[in-house]
């Protein structure tokens, strides 16, 4: 009798311990993939957000040169770059939590841009066109290496 109830509190043990672990392991699991879609969710606006500065500088440096941009397409193109810029802002503030060390200083360096002293709009549109595409296809090298899935044993 003795030696039963002594099997039964071993079995229950390695119950006990065995779903201990696999609860553990399965929380770990949860948190990495949680953490992981939040800093794919934080490129993925980056990317977005910078792609909408480029192509506002871009439209308009394009439209300066040929003068053949509408009312309606200025305000469209507008909206997007109010939209844009305190996304990257924000992004940049909260860059330490989300992005690598890289990527953070990227999106820092692109805030942190100033023009010089403006003579014409190709002065003013080009070097901030040109800024906003070293950051983007930064983010976008950074995010295919900080975003890789890696293979973890535990």
Same mark, same amino acid.
């Given at each position: ?5 002594l099997e ?15 609860s553990f ?9 949680k953490w992981?879609e ?12 910078l792609?909408?500065i480029?192509?506002y500088?871009?439209t308009h440096?394009?439209?300066w040169e040929?003068n053949?941009l509408t009312?309606?397409?200025k305000?469209?193109?507008n909206?997007?770059? &109010?939209e844009?810029r305190?996304k990257i802002? @924000? ?6 939590? /989300?992005f690598?060390? $890289?990527?953070n200083?990227a999106?820092?360096?692109f ?5 010089g002293e403006i ?6 549109? &080009?070097?901030?066109k040109i800024?906003?595409? @070293?950051?983007?296809k930064?983010?976008v090298? /950074?995010s295919?290496k $900080? ?8």
């Amino acid at each position: 009798m003795q030696s039963v109830i002594l099997e039964l509190i071993k079995l229950g043990s390695v119950g006990i311990i065995a779903g201990l672990f696999a609860s553990f392991m399965a929380n770990r699991d949860f948190r990495h993939k949680k953490w992981w879609e939040l800093r794919v969710t934080a490129y993925q606006n980056a990317i977005e957000a910078l792609s909408d500065i480029v192509h506002y500088y871009e439209t308009h440096k394009n439209a300066w040169e040929t003068n053949n941009l509408t009312d309606e397409q200025k305000q469209l193109l507008n909206v997007m770059i &109010g939209e844009a810029r305190p996304k990257i802002r @924000k992004l940049a503030d909260t860059g330490s939590f /989300l992005f690598s060390e $890289d990527a953070n200083t990227a999106l820092r360096a692109f805030i942190d841009f100033r023009v010089g002293e403006i003579i014409d709009p190709d002065d003013y549109y &080009g070097p901030l066109k040109i800024e906003a595409s @070293k950051c983007l296809k930064k983010l976008v090298t /950074l995010s295919k290496k $900080d975003l890789k899935v890696r293979n973890v044993w535990l």
